[in-house]
């Protein structure tokens, strides 16, 4: 059983260490100043990932897995992620905290989130190239800039889509400089359409490929 999971053990084992790493080692900020730090921060769902691909399935259905990591992952947003969003804003809203440790916060919640799908996939007897595909297609979309898009367009605050995206640190990291409205759009269309062909681009094709 060791032997089966030990890609699994291994990048789990280095997934909560580069979490440890990111979290408590690093600044911890809402800013991302380089690229570097912005690649960093994506290594532990990276290796999550890979450690949930190479879960053997066989393994998860004999110990009866998804009887136990559903409901864990489950408490988890119950019981931590939900009260210390509540928690966040209570703070923010009787001055004791910023907006800064709510986005913090979601941060977290994302990967998390992103993890927890893939690993209620694979211990549902989803396969490993399904594992990888739907979690680099969700990482690229994570950071792809959808979600500044949708928050800018949801905020009543303002009467138009910004013309320069200062906050978005992790396209300015990219681009190398802040992204202007147009230079958003496109950064949000190239990422999409990757998260598309790895989800859809058929395994014959890319075999093709390197074969030729």
């Given at each position: ?54 879960l ?53 919640f ?17 396969s ?11 990482t ?12 800018v ?10 013309e ?9 990291v ?39």
């Open positions: 059983m060791i032997k089966a999971n030990l890609v699994t053990l291994v990048a789990g084992v280095v997934a909560v260490a580069l979490a440890g790493l990111v979290r408590f080692v690093l600044p911890y900020e809402q800013d991302i100043t380089t690229l570097w730090g912005f690649l960093v921060k994506l290594t532990p769902q990276l290796a999550a990932i890979v450690a949930v691909a190479w053997d399935v066989e393994t998860a259905r004999r110990l009866r897995l998804h009887l136990l990591v559903l409901p864990a992952l489950f408490l988890g947003f119950l019981l931590y992620f939900v009260p210390a969003t509540f928690m966040a804003a209570m703070d923010i809203e009787d001055g004791s905290g910023t907006f800064e440790d709510l986005y913090l916060h979601v941060v977290v994302v990967p998390f989130l992103i993890v927890a799908l893939l690993l209620a996939h694979r211990v549902g007897g989803g490993r190239e399904g594992v990888l595909r739907t979690g680099l297609a969700m690229i979309l994570h950071v792809s800039g959808l979600e500044d898009l949708v928050a367009s949801m905020n009543r605050r303002l009467s138009a889509i910004p320069v995206w200062t906050w978005a640190d992790h396209i300015t990219r681009l190398g400089h802040p992204a202007t409205r147009t230079e958003a759009y496109v950064f949000i269309a190239v990422h999409v359409v990757a998260a598309l062909l790895v989800l859809f681009v058929p395994r014959r094709l890319v075999s093709r490929r390197r074969q030729a």
